[in-house]
């Protein structure tokens, strides 16, 4: 049973434009949720996170909401650059263990 | 900046052999996971230490795989034998508090 969803598989942008990855959860237990960056053949790259306690981080050119009600967090990227190009993996927190999403192949392009 | 370290970074070996993978975690950093992650998933935990003691291996196929941290510091991860299904990225990381966890850059195992 797969606790933390990223149903798009890849998303297609173009530079400049904003890019929103959408994440799904189903365990109420989770209290902290994070974003991260992939590029091929490297481990993952620690981007963004948030506590359940709010609703919204931002950071620079990202920004993660969150939606408790409906378990629900998302990634804006804006603007978008090619250098975004890469794998972004959701994950949730309970009691420190990590579940990861699938993750969403993003695609900037020039 | 300080990162995790782990090696080999890249490994082929025949289906029956024994394989190990090491890891360096961030100085000061307690707690260390390994992750796998097979092509087109997320990665999936094997086994969590604090300090040297494990928290979590309940996903870590315990009939060949093993993972040590005896001195609270570095740890291994060992594979015997291999099996082609083992074909994956290792992924090694680290957390000073167990929130935010930092990842090494892997290391990708061919089993042939």
């Known amino acids: 049973d797969q606790q933390v969803k990223q149903n798009s598989p890849s998303l297609s942008v173009q530079e400049g434009r904003i890019s929103i990855l959408n994440c799904d959860y189903t365990?109420?237990?989770?209290?902290?949720f994070l974003w991260y960056k992939k590029y091929p053949a490297e481990g993952p790259t620690f981007l963004i996170s948030?506590?359940?306690?709010?609703d919204k981080n931002e950071d620079g050119r990202f920004t993660v909401f969150l939606n408790k009600s409906a378990k629900h967090l998302s990634l804006h990227i804006v603007p978008s650059q090619p250098g975004d190009s890469a794998v972004y993996f959701c994950?949730?927190?309970?009691?420190?263990?990590?579940?990861f999403g699938t993750g969403t192949l993003l695609a900037v392009q020039p | 900046e300080a990162e995790v370290a782990q090696s080999p970074r890249y490994k082929i070996t025949e289906k029956s052999q024994a394989v190990a993978f090491w890891c360096d975690p961030i100085?000061?950093?307690?707690?260390l996971y390994w992750y796998r992650q097979i092509l087109g998933q997320g990665p999936e935990l094997l086994v969590q230490f604090q300090d040297e003691s494990v928290v979590d291996d309940s996903q870590l196929p315990k009939d060949r795989f093993s993972a040590e941290r005896l001195k609270g510091v570095d740890s291994t991860l060992k594979i015997q034998p291999a099996e082609l299904g083992d074909s994956a990225m290792y992924l090694c990381?680290?957390?000073?508090?167990?929130?935010?966890?930092?990842f090494g850059e892997g290391s990708w195992l061919t089993v042939v």
């Open positions: 994950a949730a927190s309970a009691t420190n263990k990590l579940i």
């Open positions: 948030i506590s359940s306690i709010k």
């Open positions: 990381a680290s957390s000073p508090t167990g929130n935010t966890i930092y």
């Open positions: 100085s000061g950093h307690a707690t």
């Open positions: 365990n109420s237990m989770f209290d902290y």
